[in-house]
């Protein structure tokens, strides 16, 4: 079932007009049905475009997470040339939830940083859903250094639904991990582009997500904790995981209005996995635009200025 429960009106149209297809073969009814097909194609794209042009923050969230949104694999093979992958953090393992490496793109050499979750049931497993260990925290902090030191452009992409927590990971130092990648993004002299490409959760997303110009798919997310964990904690269910995701704000649109995201890449109707060749088309353009715009900045003043935009983020009153 790759439909979300708000798409099921919109798929069993989509169904009757493939029924309707597949019977058309008669002469004397094709003309008939035809004006049928177009009749219920135009009414399936107005209710395509009515439901999606009002959704709430949890269906959002759920669209983000859609079994058939394009990965970072693909997005990579997709927007960048000669994708040559690096392994491991030189420490204790390779963790494949993090795929690492230099790329082209128009030209530029780009480091590119992803977190990946996996197509199918085998690639999940082995991408451990795409919840990072430490050791994939300590190799996308091997691939910062290295781009800085050869004065490469980084370019990272977010959709994890947060660092695992098991206690394997926890003995490893997690959160050490998380804290040092933040403490190093902080301080790289080179210019970083940052991607939500669907789930953006909490501080394992934020471990490869702070820098110089923050980019979002429309209908991805970005929060400090899922609202199924919020929901759990503020009324011990979770059951209210709708009122958590509206209480937070998570979606492209509602951040957009505190003025933390930079651009809002639009998608098809329907999502990104209905096409994804259009969006992957201005995906790279965002990224390559972006990169043109700050890679003239000289390195200080770059550093300057990302400092003083995660400062300015939020308020507080003093008493």
Request: aromatic share 6%.
């Amino acid at each position: 079932m790759d439909f979300l429960d708000f798409e099921k009106p919109i798929v069993e149209l989509e169904r009757r007009i493939e029924e309707l297809r597949l019977t058309n073969t008669d002469a004397d009814t094709a003309i008939e049905l035809d004006d049928e097909i177009e009749r219920l194609h135009k009414k399936c794209e107005s209710l395509t475009k009515k439901i999606f042009g009002d959704l709430t923050e949890w269906q959002i969230a759920q669209l983000a997470r859609h079994p058939l949104r394009p990965k970072s694999i693909q997005v990579i093979d997709a927007i960048s040339e000669d994708f040559q992958e690096l392994h491991g953090d030189r420490m204790y393992a390779d963790d494949s939830s993090i795929v690492s490496g230099l790329a082209k793109m128009d030209g530029q050499s780009v480091m590119i940083i992803a977190q990946e979750k996996g197509g199918n049931t085998n690639e999940k497993m082995k991408r451990n859903f795409g919840m990072p260990r430490p050791e994939g925290y300590r190799k996308a902090q091997r691939m910062m250094k290295l781009a800085e030191k050869f004065s490469i452009p980084i370019v990272t992409i977010i959709d994890t639904p947060g660092a695992f927590p098991g206690i394997g990971a926890e003995e490893r130092g997690q959160s050490e991990a998380i804290a040092r990648n933040l403490f190093t993004l902080a301080s790289l002299k080179t210019p970083i582009i940052n991607l939500v490409l669907g789930e953006g959760g909490s501080g394992g997303a934020l471990a490869i997500g702070m820098g110089d110009k923050l980019i979002m798919l429309e209908y991805s997310i970005y929060s400090v904790i899922s609202p199924e964990a919020c929901s759990s904690i503020l009324w011990r269910t979770p059951d209210e995981s709708e009122t958590a995701a509206e209480a937070m704000g998570i979606s492209s649109g509602r951040l957009n209005e505190l003025g933390l995201v930079d651009e809002i890449i639009e998608e098809p109707l329907g999502g990104f996995h209905r096409n994804p060749d259009k969006t992957f088309t201005s995906i790279r353009q965002s990224i390559i635009n972006s990169l043109q715009n700050i890679k003239s900045i000289d390195p200080e003043t770059l550093l300057a200025q990302r400092r003083a935009r995660y400062k300015a983020i939020g308020e507080f009153n003093e008493s």
